[in-house]
């Protein structure tokens, strides 16, 4: 029974290691050139998405899985906070003094269709005719095809995030302010205690806000009432998204990816260690694809894993698979540089968890390898599961692939 059972597992884990495995990567295009602020990410397939930048004019759209990008510019030349695609071809976009534009043809022009009072900082769409946005000294504006119009909320407040569900059911939050509109009026709701900074609602009922000090709040009756979600980090959030009422994710300062299966009950962190960089803004178009954009050019893929994604690592670097693997006890993991380099070599759980540092040194060119034992930092054997081992050059990521132990 127990050779039965070892050979079950066996099968199981190994088809899902050398079949279709998935995580995060690190994407450097060199298409996109320069350390832009990435400030806003939104896909309408799982290889169409485009990307706002708060420091330039420039869009940057790609229709290969952020691969490659092609660079857009808005009309006016003012930098963009937000971006919303209604489907490939139409969409809006908005943010330095205020300007908003919009595109009918996938961003080849994106043509200004006017202006709030103050910077916009986020905007959400319920359809191709009716959006919201919010910035700058209490400003939220409803935006339509033709035209952008002051709703009045009637607060000085620095509004960051606003969800749209439906038409006249907006929330809007920001400082430690949180607003509801019902087609008619503002309305303060009382959520946990803090600074808020981003706000999303899958329906009119069920919603959630994050903010500073790793903030979670979360409402079942369209924000009647508020509890807080406890957060394994303190790290301040910017952005939060979900799919459904149960799968979400919330990504801000440090690197933090935090992510929940069960409506936030549970929350976990992911990809530990992939930047450090602020995170702003994150869009997932299914459970296995997608994206978290930040400052400094910072681009994050969640997918199938197949190496960084970089499109200009040099072909020199090369990190070999480990031998043997499966593996039980330990595994030998090889890798070759080209000249002498800062080099951080870590072995992650598959929910992106640091395990082990096993390189963290100055080393020479050419071929060098070490052993990993099947251990934490702590010195504890881990369990039998799917692993993955990461090279870092010089502060950057050049390579994942992934091992599997069995006991």
Known sequence: MKKLLFSFLLLVLTSAVFSQEFGWQVLNPASIPGSPYLSDVFFTDDNTSWISSSNNANIYKTDDGATSFLTQTTSLGTSTEAIYMIDADNGFCGGGSGFVYNTINGGINWDFLGTMSSTLTDMDFVNANQGYACGDGGDVFSITPEEVENMNSGQPTF???????????????????????????????????????????????????????????????????????????????????????????????????????????????????????????????????????????????????????????????????????????????????????????????????????????????????????????????????????KLNINGKTESIKKCLLLK
């Not at 309305?187 to 000090?213: C, H, K, M, R, T």
């Not at 980090?233 to 992510?259: C, K, M, P, Q, R």
């Not at 870590?346 to 082990?356: E, L, P, T």
């Open 159 to 389: 509004f960051s995030g606003i969800s749209s569900p439906s038409v006249d059911n907006v929330w809007v939050c920001g400082g430690g302010a949180l607003m509801y509109y019902n087609g008619t009026q503002f309305d303060f709701q009382s959520a946990p205690a803090g600074s808020y900074n981003s706000i999303y609602f899958i329906n009119n009922e069920i919603g959630w806000v994050v903010g500073d000090s790793g903030l979670i709040g979360h409402t079942e009756n369209g924000g009647e009432s508020w509890s807080q979600q406890t957060n394994p980090s303190s790290n301040a959030l910017y952005d939060v998204f979900f799919l459904d009422t149960e799968v979400g994710w919330a990504v801000g300062f440090n690197g933090i990816i935090l992510h929940t299966t069960n409506g936030g009950d549970t929350w976990v962190v992911e990809g530990a260690g992939l930047t450090t960089s602020f995170l702003r803004g994150v869009h997932f178009t299914s459970p296995t694809n997608g994206y978290v954009v930040g400052n400094d050019k910072t681009l994050l893929k969640y997918g199938e894993l197949t190496s960084a994604g970089n499109d200009d690592i040099p072909s020199d670097i090369l990190l070999s698979q480990n031998y043997p693997n499966p593996f039980n006890p330990s595994t030998n993991i090889s890798f070759s540089i080209l000249e002498e380099s800062n080099v951080e070599l870590s072995i992650f759980n598959i929910r992106g968890q640091k395990v082990k540092q096993l390189i963290s040194n100055q080393l020479s060119a050419g071929q060098h390898s070490i052993i990993w034992n099947g251990e934490d930092e702590s010195g504890k054997s881990v369990g039998s599961g799917i692993y993955y081992y």
